[in-house]
């Protein structure tokens, strides 16, 4: 009698249903990490960016480079000495 009850609870519980599922989700981006070194400091700091935001961190960096090399430079007298 005692199985006839707890039969039922049990299959009740093994069929309960599964959620729908979804579409796969993509993985996450692998993490690259790099070690940058800052001026004036003994410790380096480690940076961890995915492949597309090192893109845009190396070319924003860049950008910056060159502006700075276009700039005139003013300290040079005007004769090239």
Known sequence: MILALILPIALLAAIEETPPKGPPTPPKPKKI????????????????????EWAEFDGANQNRVDSFQRRPNYLQPPDGQ
């Not at 990490?33 to 597309?52: D, N």
């Open 33 to 52: 990490c790099r070690v940058e070194e800052a001026t004036g400091t003994m410790f380096a700091k480690r940076i961890c960016l995915t492949a597309k």
